[in-house]
């Protein structure tokens, strides 16, 4: 429907609300919720408090949370105190957040960081070792003068082994890198910062632009630099 | 604006409110229970289920039960329920079915 109204759905402090919420836009909870919410964008405020599984592209806590909570990218702000779980995309905290929860990173299923070297490891050893038998066939068939050869085949397939799976993790490492610039590209991404201030408690002093403006690339630095150190 | 709370439109929420001392704006779709002291469910909003409040303006769509202190019922409300108001109005348009009586 008409997501773009202008607004933001706001449950204010003092009030309690207990149930679902689902095809919001943005919600900023200064309130006690208790909900299974769905939504764009997320704030919670300082005074504010959630409670239950949360689903959203962006989330700001400055008050508490408790749950299960999937998001692209989470900003704790130093207020907050989050427990039970959070997958995050990217997560930012300000000094002084509290979280006492389980962390996971990348939590939806298209980028099994884990799975592709498995999978491609044992394929590329019984290529390896099928090619050797091949080339065992072919010895008996030729002379001596060939088996330095195999070796070096023998060494070949090992390197080849050996960069598939090095291949394979700076592609995963590539894969976390790429995720957070993608993110910044995207023009509903709410790092847009002026945004993100905005959808923070108002009576918190929003720090001075240049700022902010750092942020999205010092952690891009920080992902760049643990792949590197990964790969 | 942030001392409202405020079902926007086009959000859909099921449960139960307590809005505490501030205003309960919904545009959206409400079902459930709202317990506040003073709501507004504005030309876009659909509310069904039941409704608690000193002051009540309705503008939208209204299903189920309302027990207020003061109604009113604005030109473009459309209500269907049981309707419990110590002081009534309702405007030229509006369309009100079901039973009305006093709340004390």
Request: with cysteine; aromatic share 4%; hydrophobic share 35%.
């Amino acid at each position: 429907m008409d997501k773009a109204s202008g607004g933001k759905a706001i449950i204010a402090a003092g009030a309690h609300f207990k149930g679902k919420i689902k095809h919001t836009h943005a919600i900023e909870i200064n309130g006690s919720v208790e909900a299974d919410l769905e939504s764009e964008k997320v704030t919670i405020g300082k005074e504010g408090n959630f409670v239950g599984a949360i689903n959203a592209d962006l989330v700001v806590i400055s008050g508490h949370y408790d749950g299960s909570m999937n998001a692209g990218s989470i900003w704790a702000t130093a207020t907050a105190h989050i427990s039970g779980k959070i997958q995050y995309k990217t997560l930012q905290m300000d000094r002084g957040a509290a979280l006492n929860c389980r962390v996971v990173h990348n939590w939806k299923p298209e980028t099994p960081a884990t799975k592709t070297p498995t999978a491609k490891t044992p394929a590329a050893k019984t290529s390896a070792t099928k090619k050797s038998a091949k080339e065992d066939a072919q010895d008996k068939a030729t002379d001596a003068a060939n088996r330095p050869d195999d070796d070096d085949k023998a060494n070949d397939a090992g390197t080849v082994n050996h960069t598939e799976t090095m291949a394979a993790s700076t592609d995963e490492g590539a894969v976390q890198a790429a995720s957070t610039p993608k993110h910044n590209d995207d023009t509903s991404f709410p790092f847009k910062q002026d945004e993100t201030v905005k959808m923070m408690a108002p009576d918190t002093e929003s720090p001075p632009a240049a700022e902010q403006q750092d942020k999205p690339a010092r952690r891009f630095g920080i992902f760049g630099f643990a792949s590197k150190s990964a790969g | 604006m942030d001392d409202v709370t405020h079902i926007v439109n086009g959000m859909d929420i099921e449960g139960v409110l307590a809005g505490g001392e501030f205003p309960v704006v919904v545009d959206g779709q409400f079902s459930g229970e709202i317990h506040a002291n003073h709501v507004t469910l504005s030309e876009h909003g659909l509310f069904s289920g039941k409704l608690f409040a000193k002051h009540v303006e309705i503008g939208g769509r209204f299903d189920g039960e309302l027990v207020c202190e003061a109604l009113n019922v604005t030109a473009t409300g459309k209500i269907d329920g049981k309707v419990k108001a110590d002081t009534l109005s309702i405007d030229l348009g509006a369309e009100v079915m079901g039973s009305i009586s006093r709340a004390t």
